[in-house]
């Protein structure tokens, strides 16, 4: 499933003394399949621009479509977007309004009209996606979880409904290392085995930086940086804004900095381990 | 214990044990919690998701009292009712969530919230919230409804408030996982200044293992039992604490490690990519 931004502007309040524009003439492009990351400093607007993705916010101007017609053009197809596009909120809080964890996650896959027998199955597949003990959460109140179980939940919730695309807002945060590790793991996954579009919102490139395709800049709701993943971190923005460079690149413009030659553009660990042995020896 | 080494406790947990429900065979979240925090310590708690951070953080401003075992702050203990307004002044708390603490109307009451009960001189409290304010970015948003900020955005408007207020500690929980990395800098500066400057005890619960090794003291939970206690140094230094914890090691440490399996001669307590670089620049002049 294919996303597509045509010069996108959003404003908050418009009309009144607070109003802000949050998004500026955004376009994108998001193929079927693909992992695009978003980055940005807080208050960037990545959050604004998640929210459009299934018509939780109208653009202001521009358009939204969804493989090739526009999300807001009528009510199906709003509906139907809300369907196809699973969006998990960075808060997990403002997700969550079941009395049960089994309640919450089953939500999506009975709301879109999958059949009984199937949802039971849905649900305990997915909260052991996210690595939530099926026995031991199900009847548990999603209100009385730790933040990190409340998040898990959400990601539950979000994956039953078997979306097309998936757009995650700061999915790492509040997530212990091994959650991480194995949210990474499952969303790769699902990208390279149901072909699932991915569209990530983090401060945290390192562990996804060799997993993604392409990469959006944001800066005060401008474009600021788009394109190939390793392109767009081959260049000086992101350490102009102050975002997160993988380690392993971090490690190779100091370097570099230094006069040492480094090849290319090093993202992961494997890689930066062989220039720096090829450096001591 | 001597009565001197007492009075230096800031915080002192005996024996906690916690459940959430009443249900005597319930499980429990906290088993047999024995710390001792003293004025001016700076420290950090790690652990799994689930494994009872948040839960013993709450106790130590009473926000939660202890099924078994006691909680005291400045000697006093939480479950006093008549001393809890002391202690809840002498211990800020940021929570995980923000939207859980802010509820002015604009940005600037929602950090002026806390001073104003202080009782201060209003040109105090005036100085006060324009600092807080500063310190964490937030004077072009002073005017703003706070529901109506980005996620990052209000997390350092309830840590602003907290600022402002000057507690003998502060105890942040999680406050930083939805900031950029710049923000997040900010953030530990501005703790570390009143740190050190003013002597403010610092508790800060983080998921964030190269943040955590900013700190003089790591405070390791696993299933509701402390797994560690000592400086992040030695936590890092073997897998095996980690490992306790569930912890993976953060990738520079591999990194680290991968290097001196293959005989690159490195200093064994390296912990940030320029530590690295500049390790790797003096092997290269020795050669
Ligand atoms: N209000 C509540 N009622 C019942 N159980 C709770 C409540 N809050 C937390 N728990 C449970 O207590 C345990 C510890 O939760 P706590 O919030 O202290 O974890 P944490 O270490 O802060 O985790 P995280 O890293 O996810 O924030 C978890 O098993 C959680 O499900
Ligand atoms: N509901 C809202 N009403 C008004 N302004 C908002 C609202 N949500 C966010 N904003 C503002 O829009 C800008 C972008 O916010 P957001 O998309 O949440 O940023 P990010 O996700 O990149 O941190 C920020 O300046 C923020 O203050
Ligand atoms: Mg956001
Ligand atoms: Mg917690």
Redesign the interface.
Known sequence: MSIEFRNVSYIYSKGTPIARQSLKDINLTINNGEWLVVMGPTGSGKSTLLQHLNGLLKPTAGTVLLDGSDINAAKSSLKSAREKVGLVFQYPEHQLFGSTVFEEVAYGPENFGFPKDEILGMVEASMNTVGLDFAKFKDRSPHELSGGEKRRVALAGVLASRPGIIALDEPTAGLDSAGKKHLVDTITRLNRESGITVIWVTHEITEIAPLADSLLVLEQGNTRGYGPLRDTLASPLLGELGLDLPVALQIANGLRKQGKQIQGCPVTIDEIEQEILSLVR | MSGEATLKNLIEVCNLEFS?SDKVSEYRVLKDINLNIQKGEFVTVL????CGK?TLVRHLNGLLLPTAGSVKVNGFLTNDEISLSTIRRSVGMVF??P?TQLFASVVEEDVAFGVENMCLPRADIKIRVEKALASMGLTEYR???PH??????KQ?TAIAGILAMEPECIVLD?PT???????RAEVMKAIRELNLNHGITVIYVT?D?SEALCFDRLIALNSGEIVFDGTPKKFFSKPEYPARA???VP??I??VE??TV?G?ALPPDIKS??E??DA??Q??SE?
């Open positions: 959430y652990g799994p998701n689930g948040s995980q969530n939207d005017y703003h409804p109506r900020l980005s996620g990052g955005q350092k999680e996982s939805m900031l950029d990395p710049k923000s998921h293992t569930g912890i993976i990738p520079i591999e990194l991968r290097l293959h690159v990519p320029e690295l670089v790797i620049c092997l290269n050669m």
